[in-house]
């Protein structure tokens, strides 16, 4: 290892795509400044992903984004798959709507943005942060673990330099070096599928513009299937799907990738012009591991999802606003190093689910083809409203629940049934939105949470926000405190809170920064309220209480 010795940093973020870009901004709300290298100079340009789910937006609500990204996205009907020959052709099929669905548990809806734009805001939104030392056109080219630092030799292109950090976060992509460095395997399927994403530009909209969706999917009466997926105004991915072969298969050129866009769109005569062509593996693999050590795999970097689901960008997201506040909680000595474990345990079994639901999409857009090949009506019908929750797919989106890691009496699987979504406050759980009325602001329970943790009680839970700001003092972190209901700043206009939260009118949850359920007393706190949070808080921060009965 040689070249000039840098400044240290608290963290090393590797790789700026959408999860490395993410996990800056993340950190940086927590007050934790972050060094991220990346490879290019520029974002991509190939729009990869197209769409945020909506525990995505809910984050990008906390982040300040929402807004921005919902500007330049479709609108919110585009969230259904339409079954054509050809766009010009027939239209055989279309999945249920399912818009109001969508919003009905979330101050956010899902957005259809795509990657590229997204990238640019978060990039922006990052060169902007003097908390982020942002480093385009780096490559992070070995990273070695010492005793209480990672230590990365950084290659500029022109001279090679090391950077010494306490933590390493490796967002570097599904072919993720760091990951290999480390000795971490994939564990699942290698190989479902060649895809290749013909990326082009083409006017399609007399076509299109009256019935915008998330993919037209062509040609599945004649066999050959391709999609055609909408970016924004005028850009256009078209996908190809070819069977597991030995060898990646070739690209096609030019010509071909628009002989491919003009027999899927119906018209030969069509102006293509092709910006991108790309090959790309689909699998469905999770790293055997999230931690070694000092480093944490992030995003694409630890999970290769199918994009028949669209959670491969999501859960790399929520993989990162899961890892800041336990980073910057260590980092600040209010939490023990044994916190950062819970990363894994958390994040894994998440990603493992996204991963198998996302294959079993693929198989249910097969069944869609079949009944249409077959002119089965019946069955038809019943596969489109099973395919209702690809498109919806609030349980996966929402409904995900930590049972290990840091909570306090979790239990049982994912939250709500699979068919009928129902929010929950249950340890582990996502916790649930309610439109709440703060200063004469409508607000969202969510607008609550972001960098502390929260106590939110019923309108008689004196007890447990007394029990909070004792347990809080005596562990030195910030507890905030919010009774919600009769005779309190916030009030709930709807009469929605105690019972989507399970709560008795002196009952309490405790809220994660990020978001998520900790701990949960359904009713009153009893004498020993402050010892038991105190307990509780000492648990979640993998810290022993000093001086504790
Ligand atoms: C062609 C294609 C089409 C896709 N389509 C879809 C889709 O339709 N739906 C969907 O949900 N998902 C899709 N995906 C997946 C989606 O794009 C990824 O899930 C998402 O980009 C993951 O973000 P990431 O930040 O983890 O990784 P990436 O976006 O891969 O970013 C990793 C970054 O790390 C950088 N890097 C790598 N090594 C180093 C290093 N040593 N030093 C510094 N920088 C480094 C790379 O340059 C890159 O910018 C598609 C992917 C591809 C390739």
New binding site residues.
Partial sequence: MGGRRTATAPVLI?????????AAIALSRHGVPSVL????AE??H??????FRIRTMELLRGWGLEAELRARAQPQEAFRFIYCDTLAGEELARTPDVTELLHRHSPSGPCRVP?DVA?SALRARVVADEAVDARFG????ALEEGRDEVVAT?DDGRATSTLAARYAIA????????RRSLGIAMQGEPLIAY?Q?IYWRGDVEALTAHRPCIQFLTGARSGRFVTV?SVDRGRW?T?VMLPPAGSRPPAPDERESAALVRAAVGREELDVEVLDV???RVSAQVAERFRAGRVFL?????H??P?T????????LQDVHNLAWKLALVLEGAAGEALLDSYDAERRPVAVANARWSAGNARLMGEVREALAAGDADRLERVLDRQRLHVAALRQDLGFRYERGAVVGAQGGPAGDEREFAQEAAPGCRTPHVWLELSGRRISTLDLFDRRFVLLGGPAAGGWAAAAADAARELGVEVAVHRIGAGHAARDPNGDFLTTYGLEPDGAVLVRPDGHVAWRAASGAEDDAAERLADVLATLLARRRSGAG
Avoid: I, Y
């Fill in positions: 590797v790789g700026g795509g959408p999860v490395g870009l993410g290298v990346e490879r290019r974002t991509g190939h729009p990869k992903a197209r769409g990657q990238e780096v490559a992070c080219a950084l967002a570097d992509g599904v072919a993720s070096d760091v895809w994403s997926a991915v996908m790309a090959t790309w992030a995003g694409d970097a630890a290769a999802l994009p689901g669209g959670f491969g960008m999501n859960t790399g």
